[in-house]
């Protein structure tokens, strides 16, 4: 079994796994550019590609004829051609539920950095100020919460937010309307929630359907004293009109775990808002979903090579089960 790795290797105790099974791994450099990615394939004809960083394009799946399985170190799939994944009957496979807890820990952390406005505090007492009594910070305990999005990450971290006894709204138009939601009240219009929540957070994947779900409308009805949180796909939000939302103050702040175009730089315009709190994509790396997350990906891998089989509550393409049936 051969397998490659789109970025760094794996937990060493997944990585050992790999090796107890006799797979040949071979990892590259993080962002590696498509050339470098073309070249291994030629050296490397592999059953199995890891994808950890960069796009996975349809122009490499084709340049992989010895590729039977796809696995995402994670769960969003947009840097994945999943079309032509399909079309080749190979399956994506994701880390499903591996990350849920640390990236429900990451949003509320960003919550509460930006409402008692930790980061900018922490700057200013190391320059000497002291700000005692100009600071005012806000409380979370009886806000009300808006989760675009309700699947293991959305419901994870209404779970950790009882406690603050926050009222909590969802939005999500493929959640039946009828299903009991414990306490958690649901709107049919995303207009609806956006009106009324004190914090937006999001935590649906990035389709046509999402791409820029949040901009200058959505802006423009949200609160002034509202905070925007993405630890979901950066594509969901238009940035050119977080920016001018931010810098009018239609918002009051907005966290930011995934960005449009990742790797960021350090030109990017959002930067000139000091009412941000930016993170690079690693809400869900801890070292316990790290952990999970590796082996759960060596476990996909490993089972589909082995005898075609896989848990198809990690199958991110099920389009591809009749074109498999057939072959």
């Given at each position: 079994?051969?397998?490659?790795?789109?970025?760094?290797?794996?937990?060493?105790?997944?990585?050992?796994?790999?090796?107890?099974?006799?797979?040949?791994?071979?990892?590259?450099?993080?962002?590696?550019?498509?050339?470098?990615?073309?070249?291994?394939?030629?050296?490397?004809?592999?059953?199995?590609?890891?994808?950890?960083?960069?796009?996975?394009?349809?122009?490499?799946?084709?340049?992989?004829?010895?590729?039977?399985?796809?696995?995402?170190?994670?769960?969003?799939?947009?840097?994945?051609d999943l079309k032509?994944?399909?079309?080749?009957?190979?399956?994506?496979?994701?880390?499903?539920?591996?990350?849920?807890?640390?990236?429900?820990?990451?949003?509320?952390?960003?919550?509460?950095?930006?409402?008692?406005?930790?980061?900018?505090q922490n700057e200013?007492?190391?320059?000497?100020?002291?700000?005692?009594?100009?600071?005012?910070?806000?409380?979370?305990?009886?806000?009300?919460?808006?989760?675009?999005?309700?699947?293991?990450?959305?419901?994870?971290?209404?779970?950790?937010?009882?406690?603050?006894?926050?009222?909590?709204?969802?939005?999500?138009?493929?959640?039946?309307?009828?299903?009991?939601?414990?306490?958690?009240?649901?709107?049919?219009?995303?207009?609806?929630?956006?009106?009324?929540?004190?914090?937006?957070?999001?935590?649906?994947?990035?389709?046509?359907?999402?791409?820029?779900?949040?901009?200058?409308?959505?802006?423009?009805?949200?609160?002034?004293?509202?905070?925007?949180?993405?630890?979901?796909?950066?594509?969901?939000?238009?940035e050119a009109a977080?920016?001018?939302?931010?810098?009018?103050?239609?918002?009051?702040?907005?966290?930011?775990?995934?960005?449009?175009?990742?790797?960021?730089?350090?030109?990017?315009?959002?930067?000139?808002?000091?009412?941000?709190?930016?993170?690079?994509?690693?809400?869900?790396?801890?070292?316990?979903?790290?952990?999970?997350?590796?082996?759960?990906?060596?476990?996909?891998?490993?089972?589909?090579?082995?005898?075609?089989?896989?848990?198809?509550?990690?199958?991110?393409?099920?389009?591809?089960?009749?074109?498999?049936?057939?072959?």
């Open positions: 079994m051969k397998v490659i790795i789109t970025g760094p290797p794996l937990v060493p105790q997944a990585m050992e796994e790999f090796r107890l099974n006799g797979a040949q791994v071979q990892a590259m450099p993080p962002y590696s550019d498509p050339g470098e990615f073309s070249t291994q394939v030629d050296d490397m004809q592999f059953d199995a590609v890891i994808v950890r960083t960069g796009r996975f394009t349809g122009d490499l799946i084709e340049a992989s004829p010895e590729l039977k399985v796809i696995a995402k170190h994670g769960v969003g799939v947009d840097n994945i032509a994944a399909t079309e080749k009957g190979i399956p994506v496979l994701i880390g499903a539920g591996a990350s849920v807890q640390s990236v429900a820990e990451h949003t509320l952390a960003m919550i509460l950095a930006l409402m008692k406005n930790l980061l900018i200013r007492v190391r320059k000497g100020h002291w700000d005692k009594s100009t600071y005012n910070g806000i409380e979370f305990a009886g806000k009300h919460l808006g989760l675009v999005g309700y699947g293991h990450v959305a419901r994870r971290l209404a779970r950790l937010v009882k406690p603050f006894s926050v009222t909590i709204t969802v939005y999500d138009p493929y959640l039946a309307e009828d299903k009991r939601l414990d306490g958690v009240q649901q709107v049919m219009c995303l207009n609806e929630l956006l009106s009324v929540v004190d914090v937006v957070s999001l935590h649906c994947p990035l389709t046509d359907e999402t791409r820029n779900i949040i901009g200058t409308e959505a802006f423009n009805l949200m609160k002034p004293t509202a905070l925007l949180i993405n630890t979901a796909r950066g594509g969901l939000i238009d977080l920016l001018r939302a931010l810098q009018k103050e239609q918002i009051m702040g907005a966290g930011l775990d995934t960005f449009g175009n990742e790797p960021t730089h350090a030109d990017n315009p959002l930067w000139e808002s000091s009412r941000l709190v930016v993170t690079p994509h690693v809400a869900g790396i801890t070292g316990e979903s790290n952990h999970r997350m590796g082996m759960k990906t060596v476990d996909n891998v490993l089972r589909f090579l082995r005898d075609g089989s896989y848990d198809l509550v990690c199958l991110a393409n099920p389009e591809v089960l009749p074109r498999r049936q057939e072959s």
